[in-house]
T-cell receptor, first 113, second 113 residues
Framework: DAKTTQPPSMDCAEGRAANLPCNHS???????VYWYRQIHSQGPQYIIH???NNETNEMASLIITEDRKSSTLILPHATLRDTAVYYC??????????????FGAGTTVTVRA | DAGVIQSPRHEVTEMGQEVTLRCKLI?????LFWYRQTMMRGLELLIY????????DSGMPEDRFSAKMPNASFSTLKIQPSEPRDSAVYFC???????????FGPGTRLTVL
């Protein structure tokens, strides 16, 4: 039961912003939006998460729509090292038994020189 | 600040042999997750420990697989006897608590001949 929908792939130019969309129309009030990425031959890497406010850290920005049914991960200045599979995951983050992290197919992002 | 540490990074063994994968949690984390990733099935949760106690082992494929946490900072995943279909990349991840952000290790690529 997929809780998020992402495009299977996208290309972006090096140095430009990469905007990765994610739909999560059935998100519940206590569920956060998490983003991870997996660079080839590496473990999944946490990027950012948010509940309803926009969030920014050293890696990316997360924009969540007011109705929380979709979000966009923004890599402000994509580099070749940002080529990876990006996963959008919704999950509760309240109690110890809310530990499930379901990785779907993600979006394969290719940054081109 | 060391992340999750896994060893070995690569393991090649023959069918029927015992395999032991090792994981060191991030200092201060009390939750430990073992995942397996294959092309066919993606990233699957095998087992989840909280405070050294196995909470959910429903993802463990069969009795040939066992996992332990002999102390708060270390875990092992053992496969005995190993089979070719066990070939995969095995990741461990840790978090402050079960519902918190999970941080993944670099993985162990297992090949069973």
């Amino acid at each position: 039961d997929a809780k998020t929908t992402q495009p299977p792939s996208m290309d972006c130019a090096e140095g430009r912003a990469a905007n990765l969309p994610c739909n999560h129309s059935t998100i519940s009030g206590n569920e956060y939006v998490y983003w991870y990425r997996q660079i080839h031959s590496q473990g999944p890497q946490y990027i950012i998460h948010g509940l309803k406010n926009n969030e920014t850290n050293e890696m990316a920005s997360l924009i969540i729509t007011e109705d929380r049914k979709s979000s966009t991960l923004i890599l402000p200045h994509a580099t070749l090292r940002d080529t990876a599979v990006y996963y959008c995951i919704v999950r509760p983050r309240v109690r110890s038994n809310d530990y499930k992290l379901s990785f779907g197919a993600g979006t394969t992002v290719t940054v081109r020189a | 600040d060391a992340g999750v540490i896994q060893s070995p990074r690569h393991e090649v063994t023959e069918m029927g042999q015992e395999v032991t994968l090792r994981c060191k949690l991030i200092s201060g984390h009390n939750s430990l997750f073992w995942y397996r990733q294959t092309m066919m099935r993606g990233l699957e949760l095998l087992i989840y420990f909280n405070n050294n106690v196995p909470i959910d082992d429903s993802g463990m494929p069969e009795d040939r697989f066992s996992a332990k946490m002999p102390n708060a900072s270390f875990s092992t995943l053992k496969i005995q006897p190993s089979e070719p279909r066990d070939s995969a990349v095995y990741f461990c991840a840790s978090s402050l608590a079960g519902g918190d952000t999970q941080y993944f290790g670099p993985g162990t690529r297992l090949t069973v001949l």
